[in-house]
């Protein structure tokens, strides 16, 4: 231990420690001040930021400011209007409660608070310089709060050294007013950077508006609206009101990003940042996207304050649920069925991706039984009409087969245009929603002559730890010595005479792994049989072999993608294809 005697730290020193845990970056400070402006009731917030928020904050409302004589107050920690007493903090109504973010802001920068209480006769100036808080002053000033903080960190130089360029903290200043600006889409967000109004939301109320204005016309009209949903909690009586509401907006699959950065959620009005709900929103799209890819989702989820806790992060953006299983749920089901039943196809030319289904289980719940197999070593042909059950929405137009391209894809009319058509993909997508379907009783093929396969270890680790799955599926594996399986049948769309190549391909596929979404293992085993057996790019088909699988698909579930989350199929609009040709 040290020799330095113990002793008690300045206040000023432990103000500066403390704010290190609220305030982080510039855009920490940026959070703090919107949430207050809007549980003052604002309806206008203006924030304005110079050199990355560094130099410069400043947040302008017109909320009902501060009372001339709880201005002083409002720069003591742990001093709120939001709580009276510690039981309040089971029912917390606000965004802002803790009482922190003001003192904190104030112990290491240079804070500037002009402020008039709605009725005052005037308002009131102070000056707060690094903590040390000057004499309050009246002024004339209109009703709301406009803070101004600037030299942020000057106090304490070490914290300077770990901000990033002034380009990124503004970018995440941008994310904080965009993100409030769709929780709260009846207020007017304005956003100025460096004298430039970079973003401005309408305030109409309409959450639409506002993602045009945070994502462009484009993108916020191929957004699908979630139905609103409410749900009971594992805790609730049976008559008890819903407890869980969810609703909001997610995009297509085609509009997948290469980061989780695209999926805004809300809890009663707080933008919190939460892994495990962030994976709820990514599995509802399961082979909908592509491995590395994100969907874009704004998921506003409703709960009584008693069931959250919102007090577990200095900072606010963490939160814990009483029920996090139910919340959970309500938001994988509520964006899985807006982009199963809505999506549209992916246009040519439009915002595209670069280039989650549920567990086995819940696929074979919600999947009624499907017709016979294809007929045995058909696998290389186009599969023939399917019984599969009709999609619950959002169903493909009836498609007319025109002809083939390349070899690899199909040329479709539909009654709004020119549709390309994936054969590989699409049939992978057949393939797999009937083999999900039937999984517990996928038929096999014999093999006339068992045929030994030699494997390296984790081949045959995850052929002994899988064993189940692969019977299940229609594999016959048995062990034949130290390295090698002997298979005796395979399923019964494996049309092929290399046993091994099939075998080892498969094993490869399924060992994979590194998906960014819940995958059971039966899941990524049929995906893999799926794309060893489905029809391949440089295949002949006939006119009714492009028929019956353009039939097949339109009878699918999610018919846009394939098992790996790459689209089936992209469309040209008459009216591009007009324009193309000068016809307008």
């Known amino acids: 231990m040290s020799n330095t005697p113990i002793r008690v730290l300045d206040d000023v020193t432990v103000a500066r420690i403390a704010a290190g845990e609220v305030i982080e970056r510039p855009s920490s400070v940026v959070k703090e001040l919107v949430e207050n402006s809007v549980d003052a009731g604002a309806r206008e917030i203006r924030v304005e930021i110079q050199e990355g928020g560094r130099r410069l ?5 017109d909320g009902h400011g501060i009372p001339a004589d709880e201005v002083l107050l409002a720069f003591h920690r742990h001093a709120t209007s939001k709580l009276r007493a510690s039981e309040d903090l089971a029912v917390v109504r606000t965004l802002g409660f803790r009482g922190e973010a003001l003192a904190a802001i104030a112990a290491v920068s240079h804070v500037t608070l002009l402020t008039a209480a709605s009725g005052a006769a005037m308002g009131t100036r102070l000056r707060v310089d690094g903590g040390q808080v000057g004499a309050p002053e009246a002024v004339g000033a209109p009703t709301g709060t406009i ?31 965009l993100r409030y600006a769709l929780a709260y889409p009846e207020r007017r967000f304005v956003l100025v950077k460096d004298g430039r109004t970079v973003f401005q939301s309408p305030g109409t109320g309409e959450l639409e508006d506002t993602l045009i204005s945070a994502y462009g016309v484009d993108v916020a009209r191929a957004m699908i609206p979630l139905a609103t949903v409410r749900t009971a909690t ?20 085609h509009l997948s990003r290469a980061n989780r950065q695209h999926i805004t959620l809300f809890v009663n009005g707080r933008w919190i940042q939460d892994s495990s709900l962030s994976f ?23 709960v009584r304050p008693e069931d959250v806790d919102v007090n577990v992060h ?6 814990r649920f009483r029920d996090a299983r139910s919340i959970w749920d309500a938001v994988q089901r509520s964006v899985r069925r807006a982009v199963v039943g809505g999506s549209p196809v992916a246009p040519v030319g439009g915002d595209r991706l670069d280039t989650g289904e549920p567990s086995a289980e819940s696929w074979v ?7 016979p197999p294809y007929p045995a070593r058909r696998a ?7 019984s599969l059950p009709a999609p619950e929405g959002g169903a493909l137009p009836m498609l007319r087969v025109v002809g083939q391209v390349a070899q690899a894809f199909i040329v479709a009319e539909g009654p709004d245009g020119m549709y390309l058509i994936d054969q590989h993909a699409a049939h992978e997508r057949v393939m797999y929603e009937r083999f999900m379907a039937r999984l517990d009783g996928a038929p096999s093929q014999q093999l006339l002559s068992p045929e030994p396969v030699r494997l390296s270890s984790a081949e045959l680790a995850l052929v002994e730890a899988h064993g189940e799955s692969f019977r299940r599926l229609g594999f016959d594996l048995a062990p034949f010595g130290p390295d090698t ?13 290399d046993v091994a190549g099939a075998v080892r391909t498969i094993l490869d596929a399924t060992a994979a792994g590194g998906a960014p979404i819940e995958d059971a293992f039966e899941a990524r085993l049929v995906r893999a049989v799926c794309k060893q057996a489905s029809v391949k790019a440089g295949q002949t088909l006939a006119p009714d072999e492009m028929q019956a699988l353009v039939r097949s698909l339109e009878a699918t579930r999610s018919p846009r993608t394939c098992p790996h989350g790459r689209p089936t199929m992209i469309v040209l609009s008459a009216e591009r294809l007009a324009r193309e040709f000068g016809r307008t």
């Open 380 to 386: 290389q042909a186009a599969p023939e009409q399917a």
């Open 57 to 61: 904050i400043r947040v302008s409302d």
């Open 365 to 371: 719940a919600a999947l009624p039984a499907v017709g």
């Open 234 to 253: 594992a805790d609730d009586d049976d008559d008890a009101r819903a407890a869980v509401g969810v609703a909001g907006y997610a995009g297509p699959p």
């Open 147 to 177: 803070l101004t903080v600037e030299n942020l960190f000057h106090a304490v130089p070490a914290r300077l050294k770990f901000l990033r360029p002034e380009t990124t903290e503004a970018g995440h200043i941008h994310d904080i007013v």
């Open 485 to 497: 399986v002997l298979v005796r049948a395979l399923p019964d769309v494996l049309a092929t005479a």
């Open 314 to 319: 200095p900072a606010k953006t963490e939160v």
């Open 280 to 302: 709820a929103v990514v599995q509802a799209y399961h082979t909908l996207i592509p491995k590395g890819r994100y969907p874009i989702a704004v998921v506003a989820i409703t």
